[in-house]
């Protein structure tokens, strides 16, 4: 199974899931004064809301929906521009495209963060945001982000989507920027199968929100619309069996991260002191969600000899998530003449030449991190893992 969330799905989520069965409303809108009616989104917006420290919350359809939803309420038209990390999902950058943003972007450092060095060289004119990733759950430089933000004028819309759980200096990931967007699909740290969330302490940038995802709507369909609706919105909307799944997951997160965090700090002072490898920087060792334990070596041959020994792969070669390796944006940056290809971020190539990520949480190839522990590791399973790892790097 690929995240830790859905290694917990249980009775919670069953018991939750049978509330909407049985209240026969499928949907999020319904009949507030039927006792039946059990508003399981509204409910899970509300807890979202809280446990994020955020002034509202919506929950979408994904991660991404809830990533165009954030840009398109900002304001962002047609022509702007968003610096984006060059190591992250592809999402990131086709939320900004669909929304008719360009996304401009920058090296990462060896927090596989956006490096805020970089940041800075890459506004233009036409910048307007910057949308860090909370990359395998470890929390980006804010301080250093919003400092650049603040004295450009730029916005910041946070992608948490690999975050859920995580906080950088006792805030909430997500709750930082203007908005944060979160996803809930199988590889995060909670899941319903699929969905997303977005949050801000911006009244307005929730309602634009709501009703981008709603054709226009007022929150919740509250209120007078007809006549009154002035954006034009899509349908990025959630069912309650979502809204069930999602409430009952989010009620576990502290578990899952705690559990996750004490995983991590066994493997890791398992395998710490091995020479010729170190451990990337963490912004906020306490706060970042355990879900991975990143790797980097003094030399990308090397790494690439351990990595075979333990039948995984260096970042870099992990497909999904390196600029270099998603032959669609490949095409997109060529055809803007953009810098694309190989060599375009050599500061980032370097460092995920010389990652290699090990699973604590979320086991997925795609990330490079086929090798590893489960958040229901036994303490004899993490020794044997870390003891495998030992060997490789000894042998290699
Ligand atoms: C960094 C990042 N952004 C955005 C997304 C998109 O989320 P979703 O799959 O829910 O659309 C993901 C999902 O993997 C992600 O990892």
């Known amino acids: 199974m690929p995240g830790p969330g859905s290694y917990w799905i249980g009775d919670e989520e069953r018991r939750e899931v049978m509330d909407v069965m049985e209240s026969g409303y499928l949907s999020r809108y319904g009949d507030l004064n039927d006792p039946r009616f059990k508003h399981k989104v509204y409910t899970l917006e509300k807890e979202f809301a809280a446990y994020t420290g955020t002034g509202d919350a919506l929950i979408t359809s994904s991660g991404t929906s809830a990533l165009m939803i954030s840009l398109l309420a900002m304001g962002i038209e047609p022509g702007d521009e968003v610096i984006v990390p060059a190591y992250t999902f592809v999402a990131t950058y086709t939320a900004a495209i669909f929304a008719g943003v360009t996304p401009v972007l920058a090296e990462i450092d060896e927090s596989l963060n956006l490096d805020p060095a970089d940041i800075e060289k890459r506004i233009t004119p036409k910048t307007k945001a910057i949308v860090p990733v909370h990359m395998l759950g470890n929390p980006s430089d804010m301080d250093a982000i919003m400092d650049i933000a603040g004295r450009h004028g730029l916005m910041v819309l946070e992608d948490a989507c690999q975050a859920c759980g995580g906080s950088y200096k006792g805030r909430k990931l997500g709750s930082i920027g203007r908005m944060g967007a979160f996803s809930l699909n199988v590889y995060k740290t909670i899941t319903a199968g699929d969905g997303g969330a977005v949050v801000t302490s911006d009244r307005d940038l929730y309602e634009r929100a709501f009703a981008i995802h709603d054709q226009g709507h007022t929150p919740n369909r509250a209120g007078l619309e007809v006549g009154n609706r002035v ?143 489960d958040i229901d590791a036994t303490d004899e399973r993490i020794a044997e893992i870390a003891a495998t790892f030992k060997k490789a790097c000894e042998s290699s």
Request: with cysteine; aromatic share 6%; net charge positive.
């Open 231 to 373: 954006i034009l919105g899509l349908n990025f909307r959630v069912t309650e069996l979502l809204g069930a799944v999602a409430l009952a997951q989010l009620r576990k997160i502290d578990r899952i991260t705690d559990t996750l965090r004490e995983k991590k700090r066994k493997l890791k002072a398992a395998i710490e002191g091995i020479p010729g490898i170190k451990f990337r920087k963490l912004n906020d060792p306490e706060g970042e969600c355990g879900t991975l334990c990143t790797v980097l070596f003094d030399s990308a041959e090397k790494a690439s000899r351990v990595a075979a020994k333990l039948g995984t792969k260096t970042v870099d070669h992990s497909g999904w998530h390196v600029y270099v390796n998603m032959e669609h944006i490949d095409r997109y940056l060529a055809e803007r003449g953009l810098p694309h290809g190989l060599g375009a971020y050599p500061r980032t190539d370097d460092i995920l030449s010389r990652a290699i990520n090990l699973s604590v949480g979320v086991v997925d190839a795609g990330l490079g991190s086929a090798f590893g522990i």
